[in-house]
């Protein structure tokens, strides 16, 4: 059994740190997420509608983000039509908790570790802003492959984008790059 541990002992501190770090942020988010008030819109989300509504405004749409009387999302008004809501899933938070995890698993030095995780973190974040406005655009004028976009096409962008990330992480960063 001692063998196994030993010649295993990569993977099992990688699967160990990466499920610790998971659960750790993971958690931590569902706490700040839970001192909300249920009609509330997170910091995140609200963030994200502001900076899809500005992105919009500097190619001149017609563009407004909102919140919602009722419920606690953001509704996108494109071309005075209400297109889509932003809700706390569309930040990309669990990508970046994802994203963080993994490279914490594989960490390098923990200057360069930092850095990389900083620097994902605001990739992931302007490329979600630029997903999002895309996405309202895109529906306005196609609403009939909203299934298509939303479901398939920008997440695949999105956990592709996040993937080659971490492909650069391990080959060039990580304590595993030759």
């Not at 570790?113 to 306005?140: E, M, Q």
Request: proline residues 3%.
């Amino acid at each position: 059994m001692r063998k196994y541990l030993i010649q295993f002992k990569p993977f099992l501190l990688f699967i160990g740190t990466f499920f610790t770090a998971y659960i750790a942020l993971t958690v931590a988010y569902k706490f700040y997420l839970n001192s909300l008030r249920a009609d509330e819109v997170d910091a995140v989300t609200n963030w994200v509608g502001r900076n899809v509504e500005q992105l919009l405004l500097l190619f001149d749409y017609d563009i407004k983000v909102q919140k919602s009387f009722s419920s606690p999302w953001l509704e996108v008004w494109f071309n005075n039509k209400y297109i889509i809501r932003i809700v706390e899933g569309c930040n990309a938070v669990s990508v970046m908790i994802l994203f963080v995890s993994f490279v914490l698993a594989f960490s390098g030095k923990p200057k360069v570790t930092l850095l990389y995780i900083l620097f994902g973190i605001v990739f992931i974040y302007i490329l979600n802003v630029i997903r999002i406005a895309l996405l309202t655009v895109l529906l306005f004028h196609f609403p009939e492959k909203s299934h298509f976009l939303h479901g398939v096409l920008f997440p695949l962008a999105i956990y592709g984008s996040v993937f080659l990330l971490w492909v650069i992480w391990v080959n060039k960063f990580s304590k595993y790059a030759k």
